[in-house]
């Protein structure tokens, strides 16, 4: 047992890592909501933005987590327990921060508030940066307890797609159909289960054996049936209809909105601001080049996104049905297009393998996360993390599952909570995803920044880049591309603009500064999108407009 602790495990080479980062990259984020924020935002103008996100935030920030748990060789909470500074300036100005906001709240009597901000504030007082690891180990229980309840209906949609049981005639019946599934909790609290346990049983044998080896079998699967799914789209007659929807350039859709759709999106896509990344990074060996790896993860999980549109839309448009949001796409149009095509059933069985497997290798990565905090910080065996931790968010995923629709199964919690906090937005799964998604992944990428842009600083970040991979740091960008790399006369220290320099000004200025705004944004306290939102006449009428909403016969 003492070995596990003491021998860190390390991925047997780049590719091992690279897949299994991206496996956790992409996942229900690609397949599930970037085709649809795509189509609705405006086509090949959003997809414009998303890359520019990806390149401006995603790409740095990246790096700066394969960094931070390369060089300590630790989980999150680890890392940053290593790394902190017995004084942080930073640290204790924002505790006072928010012990004096939690004060403020209490005197206005907003008790629940106030006692969260007020403890929060103290624990930022005294645990300084390590809390920022801490958050991402409660992001990930938070993430996977909601995260696995969606994959859930993927298994259980597996299975009903190899059964036939999808041959859905209209749209109706598929809405129908979806919404008994999920409200049954056999259904429902069963798929969820061998959802976790088949995370359980590949975190449980370990980095090596367990997530590199699943993930060198399951990505390539991943990108084959996706070509599959495309070429059989793409040959249906009228499927160029679905291109152009999906990616046909249109700015007029294009609001401030759909920038922050997009930058939201780009943490989630790539598992940004809870340390996932991070502690990957930690079972990468100190030959490996960071700056390659990072870029082929990003090119990877970008790539995935924009084919999920492709294996989609074609076929919905060429079978005369509109594209729905949210679940709606993937559940119910996509299963009665299938059903409308020959040998539907195989198409719907290895679209939600698809599905499945892209959700997968996305779970163990979360499931890891918690793993290893237990593993390295409280030196539990992998055997015992894995199976308890399993174990408890399993529980909390059932929470989830059977408040998807609403409180009915959960008043008392319901109570509890409008007591301490005054309201609840949507059900117990919506409180998970937004605290997750709109909270926790942004504020940890903005601090993972800060941290290593002012903190730690970049110099030390860049020295532990230049290990293995010296074109980051030392190369002259306009010699790198220019094709004069290993010319010594252009590697003079004079030439100024590295790829390392150029990282240093995105993180600490550009990554953070984006991500702020945006997070002030989704939080309510800075307001981009009124100018640009529809004018007066109420929503209502707007909505009732768009035909995404509903999917229809031609
Ligand atoms: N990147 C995953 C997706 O796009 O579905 C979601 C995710 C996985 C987020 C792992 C965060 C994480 F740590």
Redesign the pocket.
């Known amino acids: 047992m003492a070995n596990e602790s003491s021998a860190r495990e390390h991925w047997s080479g780049g590719l091992g890592f690279i897949l299994a980062a991206a496996g956790?990259?992409?996942?229900?984020?690609?397949?599930?909501?970037?085709p649809y924020i795509t189509g609705e935002n405006g086509g090949g103008a959003f997809v414009l933005v998303y890359l520019l996100c990806i390149t401006v935030i995603g790409v740095p920030v990246m790096l700066c987590e394969i960094t931070l748990g390369r060089h300590t060789q630790r989980n999150p909470v680890g890392a940053f327990r290593m790394l902190n500074p017995p004084v942080s300036r930073l640290a204790h100005l924002i505790g006072l921060c928010m012990v004096t906001l939690g004060l403020v709240l209490l005197a206005f009597r907003e008790w629940g508030w106030g006692v969260a901000t007020l403890g929060l504030g103290l624990a930022v007082f005294k645990y300084g940066w390590v809390l920022v690891g801490g958050l991402?180990v409660v992001?990930?229980f938070c993430?996977?307890s909601f995260?696995s309840v969606v994959a859930g209906w993927t298994v259980g949609y597996t299975w009903k797609a190899m059964a036939g049981q999808l041959n859905f005639t209209d749209i109706p019946t598929a809405e129908a159909a979806f919404g008994a599934f999920i409200v049954d909790p056999w259904w429902a609290i069963g798929c969820h289960a061998v959802f976790m346990l088949l995370c359980i049983l590949i975190v449980y044998r370990g980095v090596r054996a367990g997530i590199e080896r699943w993930s060198k079998i399951l990505m390539p699967v991943l990108f084959g049936i996706l070509v599959v799914l495309i070429v059989r789209g793409l040959t249906l007659p009228g499927a160029m209809a679905g291109v152009q929807f999906y990616l046909s350039p249109d700015f007029s859709k294009l609001t401030t909105n759909s920038i922050l759709i997009a930058l939201g999106h780009a943490f989630?896509?790539?598992?940004?601001?809870?340390?996932?990344?991070m502690t990957y990074g930690s079972y990468v060996g100190k030959n490996q080049n960071l700056f390659l790896s990072t870029l082929s993860i990003v090119v990877l999980?970008t790539l995935v996104a924009l084919m999920a549109g492709l294996a989609m839309f074609p076929a919905v448009f060429a079978k005369g049905f509109n594209p729905a949001v949210g679940p709606g796409l993937v559940f119910q149009v996509l299963p009665t297009v299938f059903a409308h095509i020959p040998f539907g059933a195989f198409w719907a069985t290895i679209f939600f393998i698809l599905l499945l497997v892209?959700?997968l290798t996305?779970?163990i990565?979360?499931l890891e996360?918690v793993t290893a905090y237990f593993v390295d910080e409280r030196k539990w065996t992998r055997h015992r993390a894995t199976v308890v931790f399993g174990i408890v968010i399993f529980l909390l995923g059932s929470l989830c599952a059977i408040s998807v629709t609403g409180w009915e199964r959960l008043p008392r919690l319901h109570d509890v909570l409008v007591a301490t906090f005054g309201s609840v937005k949507g059900s117990f799964f919506d409180v998970m995803d937004n605290l997750?998604s709109n909270w926790m992944?942004p504020l940890g990428g903005l601090f993972i920044s800060l941290f290593v842009g002012w903190i730690w600083g970049t110099k030390r970040a860049v020295d532990e880049i230049r290990q293995g991979s010296h074109n980051f740091a030392d190369v002259h960008l306009i010699s790198l591309l220019a094709g004069l790399k290993d010319d010594p006369g252009h590697n003079d220290p004079r030439h100024v603009i590295t790829l390392a320099s150029l990282w240093g000004i995105f993180i600490r200025f550009i990554s953070p500064v984006a991500v702020l705004i945006a997070f002030l944004n989704t939080i309510g306290w800075l307001d981009l999108t009124k100018k640009k939102s529809a004018p007066p006449p109420p929503p209502p009428a707007i909505e009732q407009a768009e035909p995404a909403q509903e999917s229809v016969e031609p």
Do not use: E
């Open positions: 956790s990259a992409i996942g229900l984020g690609n397949i599930w909501k970037f991402g992001a990930g993430i996977l995260y989630f896509s790539l598992s940004l601001g809870m340390g996932a990344i999980d892209a959700a996305s779970g990565s979360l996360v997750a992944l």
